[in-house]
């Protein structure tokens, strides 16, 4: 993390073109939190006015970790989301970096990639939902606030393999619930 060639590093430096360069906000869901460790390590070496908010679905452990500072904390399910969320804390996962947390309904991460795909297209998987979805609130509160920024999140994974989960009605009613309150959020002017 104080080198280059790692995640943090080429954020930055593929943000140094931008307007606004050094982000406001880096918006991360954590698997075992060794990704937001990096990041958020990076930030404060390099001495970054930029906020981490590391954004975690339902049935995961580690919002309450955070909120709680207890690194004990076990869950008896796991995530719905796929590829993050822990139903214990990992050793990778650091609080110390992290300066924010926002808990994610598994229901707004599904609705946010079906907005997302009629927005750009493409199928994400449902962790992009969970960075896209808090990465918006962030840009709410910034607006709301009066101040201008960069954003910056990850789109994980193509959702080409979620085609009959994710992106299957019948799947999502059946498991993850009701997403229009959430489409409604995310299409709202």
């Not at 939190?33 to 930029?50: C, D, Q, V, W």
């Not at 840009?139 to 393999?161: F, N, P």
């Amino acid at each position: 993390w104080r080198g280059n060639n790692n995640i943090a590093d080429s954020i930055f430096s593929q943000m140094s073109r931008e307007p606004y360069p050094i982000p406001s906000a880096i918006v991360m869901s954590a698997g075992t939190g060794g990704t937001s460790a990096t990041l958020g390590r990076y930030i404060r070496y390099r001495g970054y006015p930029t906020d981490l908010i590391v954004v975690d679905p339902e049935n995961s452990v580690f919002y309450d970790s955070y909120r709680n500072r207890d690194v004990t904390l076990t869950r008896a399910c796991s995530s719905r989301i796929e590829g993050i969320g822990r139903p214990k804390v990992e050793a990778s996962f650091q609080h110390d970096v992290i300066d924010r947390m926002i808990q994610v309904p598994d229901a707004a991460s599904v609705a946010t990639i079906l907005w997302l795909e009629s927005r750009i297209g493409r199928k994400a998987g449902a962790s992009t939902g969970t960075n896209l979805w808090g990465a918006l609130q962030v840009a709410r509160e910034m607006v709301a606030a009066g101040r201008k920024g960069s954003i910056v999140t990850l789109m994980c994974d193509s959702g080409r393999r979620y085609l009959d989960t994710y992106y299957n009605p019948d799947w999502v009613a059946e498991r993850i619930g009701d997403i229009a309150p959430y489409l409604a959020k995310l299409t709202a002017p």
